[in-house]
């Protein structure tokens, strides 16, 4: 099955530095691959999510890059902001051939100080 | 993502006894998910489910049980056979039977043992 593997575990950057998060897949054919923001007890939240049709995509500060030849994609926030402190995970899917289920990486904790 | 709820927000479990935990969801969504979220880990799935009447086991399914009678309700059974119930469980719902459509989540069950 799918592997996603996640670096770093861990991230602490200075407020309005930029902060990278980067995930590896196994398996080629996994084809949407979401990013979600989880802070304490709460729920993960979707922040952005690319297909494998595209090779970037942007939202204000949040950016996802794609190589799917090399199978990683990575997270970029510019401009940190303390609210940006919370646990990222990514994730890879098959799509509907595979009942549409996600693989998470295993989380990297981001901390923004101000 | 208000139209998924799961309740209770904290449960608690004695030995040997069965516990359901509810997954609720007003948003039309066909696809149902239950993920097992551990301290300081990812998302693992347990059970899904793409339609009413069906469901498919995920990674970490043995201990568990669900069922989808209706289509906006997939509860999980955590039976007394999954000896480390103790975890965070996450439902997830999305739309649709295509590919690549956001899974959103509840708020989450925080499950111990007594």
């Not at chain 2, 097992?36 to 009447?53: A, F, T």
Request: aromatic share 10%.
């Amino acid at each position: 099955g799918e592997n996603v593997e996640q670096h770093p575990s861990t991230l602490s950057v200075q407020e309005g530095d930029s902060a990278v998060i980067k995930c590896t897949y196994s398996d080629s054919a996994s084809n949407y691959f979401p990013w979600y923001k989880q802070e304490l007890g709460k729920r993960p939240q979707l922040i952005i999510d690319i297909r494998s049709n595209v090779g970037e995509k942007k939202d204000q500060r949040i950016a996802v890059t794609l190589n799917k030849t090399a199978k990683h994609f990575s997270l970029h926030i510019t401009e940190t902001q303390p609210e940006d402190s919370a646990v990222y995970f990514c994730a890879a899917s098959r799509g509907q051939a595979a009942g549409n289920k996600l693989t998470f990486g295993g989380g990297t904790r981001v901390l923004v100080k101000p | 993502d208000g139209g998924i709820t799961q309740s209770p927000k904290y449960l608690f479990r004695k030995e040997g006894q069965n516990v359901t935990l509810s997954c609720e969801q007003n948003l039309n969504h066909d696809a149902m998910y239950w993920y097992r979220q551990d301290p300081g880990q990812g998302l693992r799935l347990i059970y899904y489910s793409q339609i009413v009447n069906d469901f498919q086991k995920g990674d970490i399914a043995e201990g568990y049980s669900v069922s989808r009678e209706k289509k906006e309700s997939f509860p999980l059974t955590v039976t007394s056979a999954q000896k480390n119930p103790t975890a965070f469980y996450l439902c997830a719902s999305r739309t649709g039977q295509g590919s690549n459509h956001p899974q959103h989540f509840g708020d989450g069950t925080r499950l111990s043992i007594l």
